[in-house]
């Protein structure tokens, strides 16, 4: 079958053979295999200590790196990301990065009380506890995300419990984690007031900004636009010192075509650097890792105008070519990741013109293949019946990241592509973790920051496995 097959096409193939399609069997770790297609190029590059490109915080005029660590991602003994592990965090490893991106002039740390199943933060702590509260800046969130965890008295603990962990006494950034995603009181707008301003936390929050407990006070925005705009609408009333919002060259115009409950990166940014001049943080600079394994084609439009350059790279140097980017939150969970992005960055090399046209080109191409539009957060896990929820969609889009695509059985592919994927399936993910046990519960459904309806998804990957194994597609 011809890889050509555009969007709207493969969807409407998909829907009637059960919208998946085959992949490869080489089953690898996303992360890993991320990490070692982004540094295939520019690795004997030479990292400099004293080239990081800093930004300027508009409000308190420290100097930001604009690489930020993401400590969401953190190592495991097991060599494996916390965020999919209970095995226990590698102390030493994440020393060795926090003190590797230090010395390349990384300065900006972000955490959260949900990072790694609540071990980010200690975990950060302990990596920081040698160095000079002056020479770096802490950013974490308010992740009262479960209702129980709404009132002010819980939320207010959350916050303390944060500055124990980390080891400090005041926040130099403090977010109201994932506004618009979660609707558990009804509607975006009554969850945002239920979380934070009607238990009177914001206002604390406030008090606590002008004691100098917290030196800059912002939110992160997922999911329902209307909670965006409610804040941004308020920002006479809080003056929001930063936001951190979702961006790359393909969520720039694309977001909302890929997924319809994402809203496009263009108008987020226009919004709060543009018209009201609040600097921004970056989350997904590469998608979830999808910006640094490319399908083939859009692959080979990168390598072909810079070869020396990661895939990677380019994400990086286009987001950084944006003034309100006070800096990009990358999740690195090894020392390759965090070199690359060290390559890009120190220093940056800003996109032309021409680049920022090319790169338009790119996503262009890179839309064509219908991914299911997941980061690999894990927010959705654990599942209560153990289901490998991030497994099973990584699994798919790395099907059609390489173009190994089966529509039906008579396809010229079909049995090489039946046998990659039901092997390739099995070994990534154990037999009673797969798709086809899920109950449709959708418990899961209500913490996915994309608002991928999980529980379709995951039926959609059970019937073609069913249909592969009958050999009836």
């Not at 965890?149 to 006494?169: A, L, P, R």
């Not at 329902?224 to 393909?250: C, G, P, T």
Request: proline share 5%.
């Amino acid at each position: 079958m011809s890889n050509n097959i555009n969007r709207r096409e493969f969807l409407g193939i998909a829907a009637g053979a059960a919208a998946v399609t085959a992949l490869s069997a080489c089953g690898a770790d996303p992360e890993k295999a991320s990490s070692t297609l982004s540094t295939t190029t520019s690795v004997s590059k030479e990292i400099p200590t004293d080239k990081m490109t800093m930004r300027t915080n508009p409000k308190t005029k420290d100097q930001v790196s604009l690489l930020g660590y993401g400590m969401m991602r953190l190592p495991t003994t097991s060599n494996v990301s916390a965020r999919e592990s209970n095995d226990e965090i590698d102390q030493e490893q994440v020393n060795k990065l926090v003190d590797y991106a230090i010395a390349h002039g990384v300065n900006l740390f972000d955490t959260s009380p949900a990072y790694c199943k609540g071990r980010s933060e200690a975990a950060l702590g302990k990596a920081l506890a040698k160095y000079n509260r002056d020479q770096y800046f802490v950013s974490t969130k308010l992740s009262n995300f479960a209702p129980q965890q709404w009132s002010f008295e819980e939320t207010k603990k959350m916050y303390e419990n944060s500055k124990k962990n980390i080891g400090v006494d005041y926040l130099d950034y403090l977010l109201l984690h994932a506004i618009g995603g979660s609707s558990a009181a009804g509607d975006c707008i009554a969850t945002l007031h239920a979380r934070y301003i009607d238990n009177g936390i914001l206002d604390y929050m406030m008090q606590e900004r002008e004691a100098g407990r917290i030196r800059n006070l912002g939110f992160s925005f997922h999911g329902d636009i209307r909670a965006f705009d409610y804040l941004l609408s308020q920002n006479d009333k809080y003056h929001w010192d930063f936001v951190l919002i979702q961006m790359n060259y393909v969520d720039w115009k694309w977001a909302n075509e890929l997924n319809p409950s994402n809203t496009d990166a263009e108008y987020l940014y226009a919004e709060t650097w543009e018209k009201r001049g609040i600097p921004v943080f970056i989350m997904e600079p590469l998608l979830g890792g999808r910006l640094a394994n490319l399908p083939e084609s859009p692959t080979e439009m990168l390598k072909k105008r810079k070869p020396e350059n990661s895939i990677a790279s380019w994400s990086f140097r286009w987001l950084g070519s944006h003034e309100g980017v006070l800096s990009i939150l990358s999740g690195m969970t090894y020392m390759e990741h965090l070199q690359d992005n060290l390559r890009s960055l120190a220093p940056l090399e800003p996109c032309t013109e021409d680049d920022f046209q090319f790169l338009q080109r790119v996503a262009d191409e890179f839309v064509k293949f219908p991914l299911i539009p997941c980061t690999t957060c894990q927010y959705c896990m654990p599942c209560p019946y153990g289901i490998d929820i991030p497994g099973a969609f990584t699994h798919y889009n790395k099907c059609v990241n390489e173009g190994s695509i089966a529509v039906s059985a008579m396809d010229e592919n079909f049995a090489e592509a039946r046998r990659k994927f039901l092997i390739g399936y099995d070994r990534k993910i154990e037999r009673q973790r797969q798709a086809d046990h899920c109950i449709s519960c959708g418990i899961c459904k209500p913490h996915c920051p994309q608002n991928i309806n999980i529980p379709q998804k995951l039926s959609d990957i059970a019937d073609y496995m069913d249909k592969l194994k009958q050999g009836t597609l």
